[in-house]
């Protein structure tokens, strides 16, 4: 199997290093034991940053801001048909990595959830979780989405299965992914992860953003 591993990033000099580092060496594991016959990490940086050169890594300035414009950046550039989208702050566990690999055959799209049993989430505030419930409720009550996890920053997706566009350039991305997926008849499976929320000095989403970026989704949902 040859993955291409796309980590958008911005604002991240203190631990993209640490990310990258961590998921090569997870990587080089994983083609040792022949599960991997190949891979490629692209980092899809909106700000400037430095990072310690590595034989199967290759970054991209996107001047653009946007994390759902990096990651259509990221698809256009990987190499592979199997993509994993994975976020660049290490709080989604890189060991589970091998359980959507060993899902991705037989689906289109497997998402690291973390919200089914078996699942755990470690140190999140109350006040995100309280916003990601809402916004779930906010999601299913318009779009019927029948998946759990739909803002997983760690998936694995068939590149060449998603043959319809997805324009949302912010957080909304994801949302929209699934959505149309599901419109489209994609087979989707979420397995269990382990999630640990890192306080970091990059504000995590506004609330508000997200949500004039999710009515703006929802006027043009099937333009």
Not at 51 to 67: E, I, V, Y
Not at 74 to 90: A, R, V
Not at 175 to 192: F, G, H, Q, S
């Amino acid at each position: 199997m040859k993955i291409s591993i796309i980590i958008p990033t911005i604002n991240s000099q203190g631990y993209i290093d640490n990310t990258i580092s961590s998921v090569d060496k997870y990587f080089k594991i994983l083609k040792r034991d022949c599960i991997v016959k190949e891979y490629e990490i692209l980092v899809i940086a909106q700000s400037i940053i430095e990072l310690t050169p590595l034989k199967n890594l290759r970054m991209f300035l996107c001047t653009s801001q946007g994390k759902g414009i990096a990651i259509n950046n990221g698809l256009k550039l990987s190499k592979h048909e199997k993509c994993l989208i994975y976020d660049d702050d290490l709080e989604y566990n890189f060991a589970d990595i091998i359980k959507l690999i060993e899902k991705i055959k037989r689906n289109d799209i497997v998402i690291g959830s973390r919200l089914l049993k078996g699942s755990n989430r470690y140190s999140t505030p109350k006040k995100r979780i309280l916003y990601s419930f809402l916004y779930r409720v906010l999601v299913n009550l318009f779009l019927k989405i029948k998946t759990k996890d739909i803002q997983s920053g760690m998936k694995l997706l068939k590149k060449q299965k998603i043959n319809f566009a997805v324009n949302s350039t912010g957080f909304v991305w994801d949302t929209e992914l699934i959505y149309k997926a599901e419109r489209n008849n994609l087979k989707i499976k979420e397995v269990p992860i382990t999630y640990s929320y890192i306080k970091k000095k990059k504000k995590s989403p506004n609330p508000f953003f997200m949500l004039c970026d999710f009515i703006k989704f929802y006027i043009k949902r099937d333009s």
